[in-house]
């Protein structure tokens, strides 16, 4: 992590945005040898990393998170528009006023850490760019919604980019000792690793030794979900004003509690910890 990133809840974010990310991403998989170790945490991540003490080292450990959410976005304008002040009652007050002003934010892609980076967006963008020179490996849940998406999702992938150096698949289980061997057997370069968190982070910093080819591991979530057509995404415009939570909640209606933690746990533990340290989480201009 570099001295411009900026912590959320204590955990460290790139300021970098989605194309300057590609941009580091490119430069790492044609120049350094060295496996490089994304994270895409969002505020559900960030809750869980405060109770799991594991997750939290492991998240510290990576070599870029990228804010996967608008809960993250805004808890940093929270954070920085709150600098000037360290009454925590006024702290308090200011938490909801910010939470609504964040609504109708200038969404300028311009402005450092003004939007998310989404994982799924991040993943396909790699794919994309590099697939043709880099080999893929998809590495999916197989207790997931379904038993083969990783395997569903990479035939997909591959019709689309028929001129891919390869993109394999293996849909298994963190406890999986073979997976290593799959993974180094097909000489992929970029992995993506669908466990959900904080498996996935973990298992990728256990294993980061392990691997012989592998320049470039990101934790992806649900993403194998939405590229095999397992699970639908929220609509473009839903996720441009940030509302893709409730198209989940309509899909998945027993991620209601996910989605309150996202939305109103996660906003009442930013304000607390502001109100608690005012001067811990001073945020300036970047």
Known sequence: MSNSDIKILDIPFTTLNQNKVIELICHHLTKSKKALFIATPNPEMLLSARKNQHFHQTLLSTDLN?????GIIWAHRYLKSTNK?????????LGPISLISF???NRSINKPFNQPIHGSDLMLQIIDQF????????LGNKHGLN????????????????????????????????AIEEINNSKAEILFVGFGAPHQENWIKENLPNFKHIKLAI???????????ILPRAPEWMRKIGLEWLFRVYQQPKRIGRIINATLVFPYRVIVAKMANPHKYRIFDI
């Open 66 to 70: 990228i804010p996967d959410g608008n």
């Open 131 to 138: 697939s043709s020179n880099h080999a893929v490996f998809l």
């Open 103 to 105: 609504i109708f934010r």
């Open 147 to 178: 038993s083969n998406t990783a395997g569903h999702a990479s035939k997909i992938l591959l019709k689309k980019h028929p001129k891919s150096k390869g993109i394999y698949s293996l849909d298994t289980t963190p406890a999986d000792p073979e």
């Open 85 to 93: 002040f360290s009454n925590p009652i006024l702290l308090a007050i």
């Open 219 to 229: 934790g992806i979530g649900g993403s194998l979900d939405f590229i095999a057509g």
